[in-house]
């Protein structure tokens, strides 16, 4: 396998871009590295947060032990349902998960309803631990998109823009080509590469931009779980456009749409409503206690 990745148009060609690291005969996977550094940056950004609001970080140390592993395993039942054609014939494979397959929803999903139940039984406030998790999520999801990078996969298709990516086609696997990627392929000192999106790329620093607003905002919240509906709607908004460019779609099956763009677009429409339907119920609170006051 030839193991360069190029972006031309930024002058940066990467001739080595191992997808493993051998220790002895055993190999770490490059794919779960990015994976659990972003983990770790996640949990540290929601510790630090929760110092900053008054909150007890080790919460969030204890919260992360449940919702880390629920997370994968969302992520991962998430991504063999939707793409079953793959696992059906070998089972075995659903437990690879080292050769990539984790769907980022799935995970929102699953740590979603583990953190509500852990609130439960810490008897703590779920849309506040949601807030500040919520941070800890994006930054993890910055970081982890990068593992795609690696594993030279969930990319976009063919462009020849400023941001273009160049990949071997025997980096890459068949089940994730296009005939218009294969119709543009290009032969470099006899590489034969595919000019694609990279919407990890794409993914991760509007990710980045997005962290960087609800950080500022957070002193200026309204109500608590404004914060995490804000990560969604902001989230939800730039998914549902790079999905679109994206080959490896995940379909609702027997209608074909992804279903990653159909979940953006409803998480985008009922965190907008939600957050409107709050400030007005806030609104109409505090003029109810002006008016009690005169």
């Given amino acids: 396998m030839d193991y360069n990745i ?64 629920c997370s994968l395993i969302g992520a991962r039942i998430y991504y063999v349902v939707f793409r079953w054609d793959l696992y059906k014939d070998n089972l ?7 050769q990539g397959g984790l769907a980022i929803y799935g995970g929102v999903i699953a740590a979603i309803i583990t953190t509500f139940l852990f609130a439960k039984k810490k008897k703590l406030k779920f849309s506040l631990l949601c807030d500040t998790a919520g941070l800890g999520l994006i930054t993890g999801q910055i ?15 063919y462009t020849d823009s400023f941001f273009a990516m160049q990949l071997p086609v025997s980096a890459v696997r068949t089940s994730d080509m296009t005939d218009e990627l294969l119709a543009h392929t290009k032969i470099i000192d006899g590489i034969e590469y595919i ?11 509007w990710n980045l931009v997005l962290l960087i607003i609800l950080i ?3 002193k200026h919240k309204k109500f608590d779980g404004e914060i995490f509906l804000l990560y969604l709607l902001g989230y939800g908004v730039g998914r549902f456009w790079i999905e679109s460019l994206r ?4 379909l ?3 209608i074909g749409y992804p279903v990653s763009m159909a ?32």
């Fill in 6 to 69: 190029n972006f031309p148009h930024l002058h940066i060609y990467l001739n080595h871009v191992i997808k493993t690291i051998s220790i002895g005969s055993f190999d770490i996977a490059m794919y779960g590295i990015i994976i659990a550094c972003g983990m770790l940056a996640g949990l540290g950004v929601a510790c630090r947060m929760a110092k900053k609001t008054g909150q007890d970080p080790d919460t969030y140390y204890d919260l992360a032990l449940v919702a880390i592993i």
């Fill in 143 to 157: 970081i982890g998109r990068w593992g795609n990078f690696f594993n030279r996969e969930a990319f976009g298709g």
């Fill in 216 to 218: 500022a905002y957070t």
């Fill in 252 to 254: 609702i099956p027997g």
């Fill in 92 to 98: 075995i494979d659903i437990f690879k998960i080292r």
């Fill in 247 to 250: 080959t490896d779609q995940l």
């Fill in 263 to 294: 979940l953006a677009a409803v998480l985008v429409v009922v965190s907008a409503v939600w957050i409107i339907l709050m400030r007005i119920k806030l609104k109409k609170v505090g003029s109810s206690t002006t008016f009690q006051q005169k």
């Fill in 195 to 205: 000019s694609v999106h990279p919407t990890f790329l794409y993914e991760s620093l």
